[in-house]
């Protein structure tokens, strides 16, 4: 993978922040991890030039209201492509292309799977929703089951949530580099052997930790900044990206979080903002 784009950053109740949700890029293919909670996910495709035909690829990490929506209107919108015959995975200016009528593959844990198909029942046409198990390909992913995916290594994982059953994923790159995303859980003690000395880590950080007397992020399955900060040092992750934040203060943010831990964490800490991208 060449690029990490952030399509959204916010919680699931964020005003000024699209839900936590990014697209992987490598070349002119891209896959997606969660849509965010609504429509919303087509206008941070378009603000990101992210172009429907090319994404191949969605990994969804659990069945939430503001991670699966979005995945349910990018299948209504593939499922017209495939209709029409467009879904051919060839950009305009792509000199390669491939073969026409190409597949979308949706990769989750059975119970999110089993979401998909059932709001995708409950919700879209017939005429699109015929088109799952045929062209619009929902696999179920087991914990620790490994898959190739754009030519890269991805080992899938339970991150033993406390709410609902939710996957993350440890991809391990062309480049020799690991990037580890956990969903919008704390990680697990049980799978710190996955990310022990990770390039990236992107974590949900829920609030500061001065905050966390008003904001209680331990009754919401969530935890602090500083709380993951002591997670990455422990485990020695070179960069540490954190999203999932309840804050609405868009130009503060990313200041105050960094303030906050810069003393504290001993690697490169990332707050990155909607449409944000960082080289992988
Ligand atoms: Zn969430």
Redesign the pocket.
């Known amino acids: 993978m060449e690029e990490i784009i952030f399509l959204g950053t916010g919680?699931?109740s964020s005003v000024n922040f699209y839900?936590?949700c990014f697209a992987l890029r490598k070349g002119n293919e891209y896959m997606l991890v969660?849509g965010g909670g609504g429509k919303e996910i087509f206008m941070q495709l378009a603000k990101a030039k992210i172009s429907f035909k090319s994404i191949r690829h969605i990994f969804v990490?659990?069945n939430?209201i503001?991670?699966i929506i979005g995945v349910i209107w990018i299948i209504r919108k593939i499922a017209i492509l495939m209709k029409d015959n467009k879904y051919d995975g060839i950009e305009e200016d792509d000199k390669v292309g491939y073969d026409e009528g190409v597949d979308i593959n949706i990769y989750a844990a059975a119970e999110t799977i089993d979401a998909i198909r059932i709001l995708s029942k409950l919700t879209l046409a017939k005429t699109q929703s015929d088109f799952i198990d045929k062209r619009i390909i929902l696999n179920i992913v087991k914990d620790r089951e490994c898959i190739e995916i754009l030519e890269e290594d991805f080992t899938f994982y339970d991150v033993k949530a406390k709410k609902e059953k939710q996957y993350g994923f440890k991809l391990t790159m062309k480049n020799g580099k690991i990037l580890v995303c956990n969903?919008?859980e704390p990680c697990a003690e049980e799978n710190f052997d996955l990310l022990q000395n990770a390039d990236y880590l992107v974590h949900?950080a829920f609030c500061l930790d001065s905050e966390k007397e008003e904001k209680e992020p331990y009754k919401k399955a969530h935890v602090t900044a500083k709380d993951v900060c002591d997670i990455a040092n422990r485990l020695n992750i070179k960069n540490l990206i954190l999203f999932?934040i309840s804050s609405e203060d868009a130009l503060g943010r990313k200041e105050k979080y960094i303030s906050e831990n810069e003393d504290h964490y001993n690697g490169n800490l990332f707050i990155p903002n909607d449409l944000e991208r960082i080289e992988l």
Request: charged share 30%.
């Open positions: 919680s699931a839900n936590s969660d990490t659990h939430h503001d991670h969903g919008d949900e999932h």
